[in-house]
């Protein structure tokens, strides 16, 4: 592989000043970099602290800065060829949430994007996955302006379907946000991203890192009312990724709104060669969910046995309204995983009158805090059928 030194030209950007609206800017910065062979292939970035970050921002602010690029002509060029790429070894400042709609794809591969707020998200204009389709973000170490990391969603996809991200690095939000929110979508891939929240998990915070989300009030208050009908999310794979948080991954579901949107259930979730820890909360938690696949992953809380309402499980099935009639016929798949828990290291529940169907355990190792017995928790009063093959139950 060869390394090469770049200098940035210098580019100019026209500011707009009609009608009183500013021009976001993002400024771009000259750094060594490494032209990689191969587009397919992940990037991997060591774990930093926050301080760590505060300290690459100084050191980026010493650099010899390029003109200001306009957020908004970034905008424009995506809008017009349904593709922008950050260029590899170059590290951008956006002060402005970039939007995405059909058919674009944004390419960041090798590229640091520091985000002031908010990184990529859609208009949330339709419902039944019709705001948005055909999306791809692939590379980019997508990070924080501030030390304390932003507190909403970085990426947040809201009615829409078929989208792919790819190779990412995240670490813009911080424990009280959500590096990827997905409301109400459908056949989405999340494939070799490594994510990390900025500051610290406080103690009884159930926020995730990565959220599947149900349309409602509660789940999705900055969504418009008409949008807000309960949609769920269906067909969701995350594959080879890493994630940390308070929780780290949870498919969500309102508690709040009334008793029908409890009646709501997200479809297939598969989880492949994964790992998820949660600081003070569940790894991985799915609630309402028919279809479920989790496979040759490591799912840990560190949370303490103690923690309220079981929140400090491994992973955590559950259901919590009337499913539909064909919950007792769908099997879940727990293959070749290592779980890890406070209270208990896997659990299946239900608080309603709805069953869960064959329920397939083969060749996990499950923990507890609470002792061996505490390690897998699983019943045929929740379950029609279980199969427990060759899983090893644990205390730690």
């Known amino acids: 592989m060869k390394f090469k030194k770049i200098w940035a030209a210098i580019l100019s950007s026209a500011m707009i000043a009609s009608a009183g609206v500013s021009a976001f800017t993002a400024t771009v910065y000259a750094e060594d970099y490494e032209d990689y062979d191969s587009e397919e292939k992940t990037e ?3 774990d930093e602290s926050a301080g760590t970050e505060a300290n690459e921002a100084e050191e980026v602010e010493n650099k010899v800065k390029t ?6 002509d970034i905008q424009s060029e995506l809008d017009k060829n349904g593709k922008y790429i950050f260029k590899s070894g170059k590290t951008y400042i956006l002060d402005h949430t970039l939007y995405i709609s059909s058919n674009q794809t944004i ?3 090798g590229a640091t994007i520091k985000c002031a707020a908010g990184a990529v998200r859609n208009y949330g204009t339709k419902k039944n996955y019709n705001s948005a389709s055909n999306i791809k973000i692939i590379g ?18 809201v009615h829409a379907k078929n989208i792919t991200l790819k190779n990412m690095t995240i670490k813009n939000t911080n424990y009280s946000g959500h590096s990827i929110e997905l409301i109400a979508c459908k056949n989405v891939k999340v494939t070799g991203c490594k994510i990390t929240p900025l500051g610290k998990a406080k ?4 926020e995730e890192q990565i959220q599947i989300d149900m349309a409602s009030p509660s789940t999705a208050p900055t969504i418009e009312s008409k949008l807000q009908n309960g949609a769920t999310c269906q067909n969701i794979k995350i594959k080879n990724t890493t994630v940390t948080g308070c929780r780290a991954v949870c498919a969500n579901i309102s508690m709040v709104d009334g008793d029908s949107y409890k009646k709501k259930f997200h479809r297939n979730v598969v989880i ?10 569940e790894g991985l938690a799915l609630w309402n969910v028919i279809g479920i696949n989790v496979k040759n992953s490591t799912v840990i809380s560190n949370a303490s046995k103690t923690a309220e309402s079981h929140h400090s499980d491994g992973l955590c099935i559950q259901m919590f309204g009337t499913a539909p009639s064909d919950m007792s016929s769908k099997t879940i798949n727990l293959t070749g995983n290592t779980i890890k828990g406070g209270e208990d290291g896997f659990r299946i529940w239900s608080q309603s009158s709805s069953k869960f169907g064959h329920l397939y355990m083969k060749n996990n190792k499950c923990y507890s805090k609470n002792g061996s017995s505490h390690a897998l928790v699983a019943s045929t009063a929740v379950c029609t059928r279980i199969t427990d093959s060759n899983n090893g139950k644990y205390g730690w």
Request: with cysteine; net charge positive; charged share 30%.
């Open 67 to 72: 003109t200001e690029i306009s957020v908004r």
């Open 203 to 206: 103690s009884g915070s159930v």
């Open 107 to 109: 390419k960041a591969k």
């Open 44 to 46: 991997d970035y060591e």
């Open 140 to 157: 980019g170490k997508w990070i924080s302006t501030s030390k304390t990391g932003y507190d909403k969603s970085s990426f947040q996809f």
């Open 272 to 281: 492949d060669n994964c790992k998820f820890t949660g600081k003070v909360a």
